[in-house]
C-alpha cells in the first residue's frame, strides 16, 4: 500500500492552495485552525475565501499558477477544476514538498482522512482513496462514541500525566498510573479527575509512596462501588 499515517505540526508553516473555489476553501479552513500561514494562487475567488483576505488570515495572488509559486511551500494542495493545470502544480513540486492532488490520488504524494476533533484528541478515517463517503460514514459514527465529553477527559489526562511525571517512581509504576486514568469512570466522573489530580499534587507535596497513592485509588473504587 505505501501509506504510513502521520500527524504534522503546521503551525506558522507555509502552505500553497492553488486554485479559490470551494474545494479550495474547505482545505485552507482546517489549515488554518492549526495555524499555518496560507497562500492562494488563483485569478478568482469563492465568497467565503475573499472574506478570509480582507481579514487579513490569507494571501492572496491573483494570476496563474506559475512553478515559482511553490517555493518555501511544505504543503502544497493543487485544488482547481482543472486537471492539467493541478498535474503541472504536482510537476513543478520540490522533491521536499508534500503535494495533494484533490483530483487524482495517485498523483498525491499525502491524502487528506476523515477527521475527528475533541479537544487534543483527533481521530482520521482514510480508506486509500477507495471511498471518502465510507471514511466520512465511519467518522460520524465515531463521533457518537466518542462525544464532546472527551475533550475535558483529555485536559485532565494530560494534566495528570504532567503530574506523575515529576514523581520518581519506576517506569511501571507511572504506566500503572497513567493506565489506571483511563477507565471509563474517570471520563463520566468531572469529581474523580478533581479528586485523583488533588490526590496527585498531594502526593508530590508529601512524597507519598507509591503504595500509598494506589491505596488511596483503590479506598476511591471501593466507596463508588457502595455508594
Do not use: C
Request: aromatic share 8%.
Amino acid at each position: 500500500m505505501g501509506i504510513y499515517p502521520i500527524m504534522l505540526n503546521m503551525k506558522n508553516r507555509d502552505v500553497v492552495i492553488v486554485g479559490g473555489g470551494q474545494v479550495a476553501y474547505r482545505k485552507l479552513v482546517e489549515l488554518l485552525q492549526v495555524g499555518a500561514r496560507i497562500t492562494i494562487i488563483s485569478p478568482m475567488i469563492h465568497e467565503k475565501i475573499e472574506s478570509l483576505i480582507r481579514e487579513n488570515q490569507i494571501i492572496w495572488k491573483n494570476k496563474l499558477f506559475e512553478a515559482g509559486d511553490l517555493t518555501d511551500a511544505l504543503l502544497v494542495i493543487a485544488a482547481t477544476n482543472n486537471r492539467k493545470v493541478n498535474e503541472a502544480v504536482r510537476l513543478s513540486a520540490g522533491t521536499n514538498q508534500l503535494v495533494n492532488v484533490v483530483d487524482n490520488h495517485e498523483l498525491s504524494l499525502f491524502h487528506i482522512p476523515a477527521k475527528l476533533y475533541r479537544g487534543n484528541l483527533t481521530i482520521s478515517v482514510a480508506t486509500g482513496g477507495a471511498s471518502p463517503i465510507l471514511a466520512r460514514a465511519i467518522r460520524d459514527q465515531l463521533a457518537e462514541i466518542y462525544d464532546e465529553s472527551y475533550h475535558d477527559y483529555l485536559v485532565f489526562l494530560a494534566r495528570a500525566r504532567e503530574l506523575i511525571k515529576q514523581f520518581h517512581f519506576s517506569q511501571d509504576q507511572k504506566k500503572q498510573l497513567l493506565k489506571a486514568i483511563t477507565e471509563d469512570s474517570y471520563r463520566r466522573s468531572k469529581r474523580k479527575q478533581k479528586e485523583y489530580l488533588e490526590l496527585l499534587t498531594d502526593a508530590i507535596n508529601q512524597q507519598y509512596s507509591f503504595e500509598l497513592i494506589t491505596m488511596k485509588q483503590s479506598e476511591d473504587r471501593r466507596d463508588e462501588y457502595h455508594m
